[in-house]
């Protein structure tokens, strides 16, 4: 049977609404006013941007979103498309003091869609102007992910000229083609990329690196190179009747909400995905809200080694996903050239290796099969096109964690091919990194990377190393320019 849309468009729309709506403005200061502001607050510790959240939440709490939303895009450009898919149960929220008082903690990434939102909607540019003298230095950035543009905001204020090459139609990379839809519109991601741009940021889309300009030519019209760099397609399986069409790319089936109706997303009525991280949760979890009529999640190991979040596999049994653990895919099943189902083995766990049970082997009926094993690391890739670059056993550019230089030293990394993979908050803050990595190679100017605010620092010695306190209201004027 082929695959086919299997809901109409109204009933699409409505399963597609974002999970986490936007606050109302009473809601956001009601919510703004229970934040203690604290000294050492550790949400900014661990937010990977350092964006001062308690000077942004006063702010709000203030009646200045405004306010609030320069100072969130000033320590991340791509602040409100984190505020929407950052794990902040994880990051920031996780981090809150209130948890200590098990009370619930501040909603922080709702606030900052608030703040962000609000200057978004009424045309506000919180951003200062580049510099008026530019500095006469110029850098490609190869990619235009969180990672790239990151870097080229940064590199921009800092007065650099910035050229982004990205190989695809459109820019955003994981934000505008990877995630959930219910999570993030790529409107989103495209209105944050006209944002960099309005720094006076270059944008080349459709240009390949080693296809459309070569590595000389970057070399000869640049003075220093950021590579910004995704991961590559879902790993293979590499199983009998993997070739078959209803066989996708997890990230493939995501991404064609992201280039077309909904309503023109082919899904199968039986879906497995196999693999239990975080793509594969948005796939079984769009799957479901596609109108499938049972999606399901096939992992080899248990519920405990899934390397999701809890709060994401809380949201995909919400939508109505089944999860197979200790489960392994042995072949596809075809009839009639077309997937009717998953040939599986049950898996025990020994001396931390997988095994399969023999004799255990079943069939589930399907007729969609989604690869979430793992995105491929682009080692062959960038080795070559960059063959000097030492790359290291994970598959990953080494590089100076602080500053994201490599060991040639005008080429600069940050995202997934430095780190391996990991969110998007991540990418943007090696990329703000690496970006005052490549100001001090080119200008020999004594600047430290990005931080954490100075004010916390400050604090510390006064209140005490790791005590929380609230700020006191004279302590505040300095954090509350407009």
């Given amino acids: ?55 942004f939440i006063r702010k709000i709490a203030q009646g200045n979103p405004a306010g ?38 501040i909603q922080i990434g709702r606030l900052q869609r608030y703040a962000t939102d609000h200057v978004a909607a009424h045309g506000i540019n919180v951003l200062p102007a580049a510099p ?37 139609a459109q820019p955003g990379g994981l934000n505008t083609y990877g995630i959930a839809f219910y999570k993030l519109k790529p409107q989103v991601s495209l209105a944050e990329v006209r944002l960099v741009q309005s720094l006076g940021v270059e944008l080349r889309t459709g240009v390949r690196v080693g296809r459309d300009v070569t590595v ?32 996708l790319d997890a990230l493939d089936f995501i991404a064609q909400l992201h280039t077309g109706p909904l309503e023109q997303v082919r899904v199968g009525r039986r879906v497995a995905v196999v693999g239990c991280g975080n793509t594969a949760i948005d796939a079984v979890a769009q799957a479901r809200r596609l109108g499938a009529e049972r999606a399901f999640i096939v992992y080899r190991r248990t519920e405990g080694d899934m390397p999701a ?5 809380e949201h995909a049994k919400h939508d109505g996903a089944q999860f197979l653990f200790n489960a392994a895919p042995v072949a596809v099943v075809a009839e009639q050239g077309r997937v009717a189902g998953l040939r599986l083995v049950r898996t025990r766990v020994v001396d931390g290796r997988v095994e399969p ?22 080692v062959a890739l960038l080795r070559g096109l960059f063959p000097d670059l ?19 030293p005008h080429i600069f990394v940050g995202g997934d091919c430095g780190n391996g993979g990991r969110e998007v908050v991540n990418a943007v803050g090696e990329g703000k990194k690496a970006a005052h990595g490549i100001h001090v190679f080119l200008t020999q100017d004594a600047i430290s990377p990005p931080l954490q605010p100075s004010r916390l620092g400050a604090k510390r010695g006064a209140a005490g190393a790791g005590l929380l306190a609230p700020i006191r209201a004279h302590e505040l004027e300095a954090a509350l320019e407009p």
């Fill in 68 to 105: 609030a939303a320069r100072t969130i895009l000033t320590a991340n450009i791509l602040g409100a498309s984190c505020a929407r898919v950052c794990p902040t149960e994880v990051l920031c929220e996780g981090a809150c003091v209130l948890e200590d008082r098990d009370e619930q903690p």
């Fill in 357 to 378: 049970v023999p004799g255990s082997e079943w069939v589930e009926p399907c007729d969609q099969v989604l690869r979430a094993v793992g995105q491929e690391k682009q």
């Fill in 390 to 408: 030492v790359i290291d056993d994970r598959g990953v550019i080494a590089h100076d964690p602080l500053t994201g230089q490599t060991n040639v």
């Fill in 1 to 55: 049977m082929s695959l086919s849309p299997l809901l109409p468009a109204d009933a699409l729309a409505a399963n597609f609404a974002e999970i986490k709506p936007p606050l109302r403005p009473q809601e956001a200061l009601v919510e703004a006013s229970r934040c203690l502001y604290c000294f050492d607050a550790p949400c900014i510790m661990a937010c990977p941007t350092g964006i001062d959240v308690p000077t």
């Fill in 309 to 313: 979040y809890d709060f994401e596999y």
């Fill in 132 to 168: 008026p003298v530019r500095s006469g230095f110029k850098v490609a950035v190869v990619g235009g992910g969180p990672a790239g543009l990151g870097c080229a905001a940064e590199l921009a204020q800092l007065g650099h000229a910035v050229t982004i090459l990205e190989q695809r």
């Fill in 216 to 247: 000389a030519q970057l070399e000869q019209d640049f003075d220093a190179i950021f590579l910004g760099v995704g991961l590559g397609a879902s790993a293979r399986l590499r199983i009998p009747g993997e070739e078959l069409p209803e066989v």
